[in-house]
């Protein structure tokens, strides 16, 4: 009896070794390819390449490789869409807008010539071709990603030029194909433009609003990660309903739940972690086992086609990034980065050549030759091998750019200290402390849990560890570690303020109290405790929906805020927070303030969307009413009595706050305490330093004064 009947047939069709060999293919493929400094894009090209029909012919493109290609390839562009800055979007979407139509006009006008003139192709043959010049995919996009600069200008320019590139190139591709079914008349052009503008419309209107929907009743992380995968194939198959390509569906998709999904959130690491682990490697292999290297050893017309196409992809979309870069006057590594992600040739590349390739001309011939599928695949490797090259290069230098200004830079080491003891507010304290804390900080958050030295039960102790250890959970979603701290004290209030000065906390975020009885405080005993103890900044929080469906944040600003010690800090935590949710921030402030408000945004923060509004009598926070929906979050700069910006009428804010704002998400910030009058006074105070200077004072003696009575 033979025990061992195994005998190796090739190409391989088990899917249990095909898909082990793909896997193997990911893991292995870049720990090689680091040694040689090779990016990794390229390994998973050349992989293909090598286990495909045209190489070892280990496997076959099967219907596998179509699906998780196609899934890849939605994947790059959503991600795409998603991680983009649309603040810095919005600001750059002139310069997307000129690249893109460069990127597209250059390519196509040298490619219409050369096909005619070189290739002696006709006209029909020519325009498709040089449209398939013009397009590029977005493959060496998880190259910014891995060195964190993917919300840099000139990546934001790149991605907004790619979707304007491809939307052109897609028209042309779906007119040409039109041209062959029989719809080509007068109607055709204008019914197509129509059903997109349309869909787009569709898509823009509803998608952010069933997104916002769905995320504030479901919480559980699976639902909403299978959720925005489905919101993405129904933007990809809308789009190919009304007979454009799916790409483009899966890109607007990005955009629109980008506010939805906060860069820093669990859910985002988990998409990432999903994509780059699986259906972008996958779509990668694919594109290489397209590859047939054989073409190089193939008559002399291939290699005069191949050569051709390249060069002119090549040197169009230089000439495109080029004459973007001198018209905005930019930087020359932003014009290579800008290169580096537009060059690469691929999915719509793909669907052009294989539409050209289909048609069957009157004379039996096709409108697009072998020559031309053979140069097409043989385009799509050197533009992916030039186009990861070139973005791994311009990456590393501004990624290092980056790191060397933020060293240079004298920044206070940051702690978010978060006391837990409600296992209701754990979530929306630990999602606000990952929305404005400084991501190029490590173990920059705290989570305490404190326990009283007369409870001398287990279970307060086993509570506290479950409740930590829930907080540890979300941020290790969202790939940010947590310290754990258990603390023994006499009451709540004494084991946050020695806690936060043990772990030189720099914040504190607590939740908002629950009142217990008629005579209790609105922010209960806790509160009030820890802002006698604690001269640091403290935050108060209510949610009353997910902090990544909040549309619009509200700041009220008293006068004189801006001579405090955390004015700085405050400014920047929100404007860090309406950044990172890509919504509006809008301050409220007298004439003065405003103008301190808007000197330091504009200089340090201006890719943050703000409005100003003037609220000058304190007083008149009830105006707010007006302005704070639901899906608002409505934030008060309040102070400590003494302090320099503290007003009588914050006596009033309680009940204020209880009575006409009970339905609205808010935090009750009370800044530093601590430091000298902030630099932020030189932005735009023409009286200099010495009124400041002046307020601390007077704000010191009050304090002192306070503390003995």
């Known amino acids: 009896m033979n025990w061992f009947d195994f005998s190796l047939k090739l190409p391989i069709t088990d899917p249990t070794w095909i898909f082990l060999l793909v896997l193997l293919i990911i893991l292995f493929a870049p720990i090689l390819l680091n040694k040689l400094r090779i990016p990794h894009i ?22 596998s490789f179509e699906l998780f290609g196609k899934v890849g390839l939605y994947y790059i562009m959503f991600l795409a869409g998603l991680e983009m800055n649309m603040g810095d979007f919005k600001q750059n979407r002139g310069k997307a807008l ?88 007068g109607f055709f052009w204008v019914w197509l433009v129509i059903k997109v503008i349309f869909l787009g419309i569709l898509i823009v209107y509803l998608f952010p609003r069933i997104g916002r929907w769905f995320f504030r009743r479901y919480d559980d992380n699976v639902m909403q990660f299978i959720f925005v995968l489905a919101m993405v194939f129904l933007g990809a198959g809308l789009m190919e309903f009304v007979g454009m390509e799916g790409i483009l569906g899966a890109f607007l998709a990005g955009l ?50 191949a050569a051709v196409m390249i060069v002119v992809a090549l040197a169009g979309k230089w000439i495109a990034c080029w004459l973007t870069q001198k018209i905005y006057k930019m930087e020359g590594i932003e014009r290579e980065l800008m290169y580096g992600l537009s060059n690469a040739q691929a999915a719509a590349t793909l669907a052009a050549v294989l539409v050209g390739y289909n048609i069957i001309l009157p004379g039996g011939e096709r409108l697009l030759n072998d020559d031309v599928l053979n140069g097409t695949v043989l385009l799509i490797l050197v533009t992916c091998i030039v186009s990861s090259f070139i973005t791994e290069r311009a990456a590393r230098k501004i990624a290092m750019e980056e790191a060397h200004l933020e060293a240079s830079r004298s920044v206070e080491p940051e702690k978010i200290l978060i006391p837990i003891a409600n296992p209701d507010t754990i979530e929306d304290l630990i999602n606000l402390s990952l929305v404005i804390r400084d991501p190029k900080q490590r173990d920059n958050l705290l989570a305490l ?73 609105f922010f209960g005993m806790l509160t009030e405790n820890l802002l006698k103890g604690l001269h640091r900044e403290v935050m108060v929080s209510k949610f009353l929906m997910p902090i990544n469906t909040i549309r619009r944040v509200i700041v009220a600003v008293p006068p004189k805020a801006e001579y405090e010690a955390g004015f700085l800090k405050w400014v920047e935590h929100f404007c860090r927070l309406g950044s990172t949710l890509g919504c509006r921030v809008h301050f409220y402030a007298n004439e003065e303030t405003t103008a301190h408000l808007q000197g330091l945004v504009k ?46 009428s914050f006596e009033k804010l309680p009940a204020q706050i209880s009575k006409y704002f009970a339905n609205n998400s808010l935090i009750v910030l009370y800044p530093d305490q601590l430091g000298e009058p902030q630099d932020a006074v030189s932005f735009s105070n023409p009286r200099g330093n010495n009124e400041s200077q002046h307020y601390e004072k007077v704000g010191k003696w009050f304090y002192k004064w306070f503390k003995k009575s």
């Open 603 to 648: 200089a340090k923060y201006g890719q943050t969307l703000t409005d100003f509004s003037r609220l000058d009598d304190w007083g008149d926070l009830l105006i707010l009413t007006g302005q704070v929906n639901f899906d608002h979050l409505l934030v008060i700069i309040s102070a400590r009595r003494g302090s320099i910006s503290y007003d009588s």
């Open 449 to 521: 849990n404190v326990i009283n030295d007369d409870s001398s039960s287990e279970s307060a102790e086993l509570r506290g560890k479950r409740y930590l250890e829930k907080a540890a959970m979300i941020t290790a979603s969202a790939d940010v570690p947590l310290r754990q701290i258990t603390r023994y004290d006499l009451n709540i209030a004494s084991g946050i303020i020695h806690a936060a000065k043990e772990y030189a906390a720099t914040d504190v975020i607590i939740g908002l109290h629950r009142k217990v009885n008629i005579v209790d405080s």
């Open 98 to 185: 000129v690249l893109g139509l460069l990127a597209f006009i250059v390519p196509i006008g040298i490619g219409l010539v050369t096909n005619i003139a070189l290739l002696k192709y006709g006209v029909l043959t020519s325009v498709l071709l040089a449209s398939m010049y013009a397009s590029h995919t977005l493959v060496a996009y998880p190259i910014v990603i891995r060195y964190g600069v993917s919300r840099h200008r000139s990546v934001s320019i790149a991605v907004g030029g790619t979707a304007v590139t491809d939307t052109l190139t897609l028209l042309v591709l779906a007119v040409v194909g039109g041209m062959f079914k029989g719809e080509s008349d």
């Open 42 to 63: 390229i390994g998973m090209i050349l992989a293909g390449l090598v286990i495909g029909e045209h190489g070892f012919n280990i496997l076959v493109r099967d219907s």
């Open 256 to 305: 629109v739940l980008n506010r939805l999904i906060p860069h820093v959130s669990p859910l985002m690491n988990h998409l990432e972690f999903v994509g780059n682990a699986l259906f972008i490697p996958y779509f990668l292999i694919g594109v290489g086992m397209l590859i047939d290297v054989h073409v190089i050893f193939g008559h002399g017309d291939a290699l005069k086609v």
